[in-house]
């Protein structure tokens, strides 16, 4: 069974970065490519970063370009998503998720975690 232990939001002020971790187990992560998606109250969910399976390739969307980084440690079968000047508009559920298309015609495509709450709010 797939499972996507994602952890690390929290309630921070604009400007704060914070790290995101997803531990995953069930499968064979390093074989894996590995998304983060965010869902932000009312709102669809937003593919906002991609990782290749080896960590080589990467992509952030433009709406957090510049400001976010999504890494993996194949070690310890864990992705990061790291935050840096958070705005009040990134405040949303994150999961993480398996492969590099899990949003599909505006829903859940594949494996997703159970999601973490990043609040951004002076």
């Known amino acids: 069974e797939v499972q996507l232990q994602a952890s690390g939001g929290g309630l921070v002020r604009p400007g704060d970065s914070l790290r995101l971790s997803c531990v995953a187990s069930?499968?064979?992560?390093?074989?894996?490519?590995m998304s983060w998606v965010r869902q932000a109250p009312g709102k669809g969910p937003e593919q906002i970063a991609g990782?290749?399976?080896?960590?080589?390739?990467?992509f952030t969307s433009d709406s957090v370009d510049g400001r976010f980084a999504i890494s993996r440690d194949n070690a310890k079968s864990t992705l990061y998503l790291q935050m840096n000047n958070l705005k009040p508009e990134d405040t949303a559920v994150y999961y993480c998720?398996?492969?590099?298309?899990?949003?599909?015609?505006?829903?859940?495509?594949?494996?997703w975690g159970q999601g973490t709450l990043v609040t951004v709010s002076s």
């Open positions: 998720a398996v492969g590099l298309h899990p949003v599909v015609d505006g829903g859940k495509n594949g494996a």
């Open positions: 990782i290749s399976r080896d960590g080589r390739g990467s």
């Open positions: 069930g499968f064979t992560f390093g074989k894996s490519d």
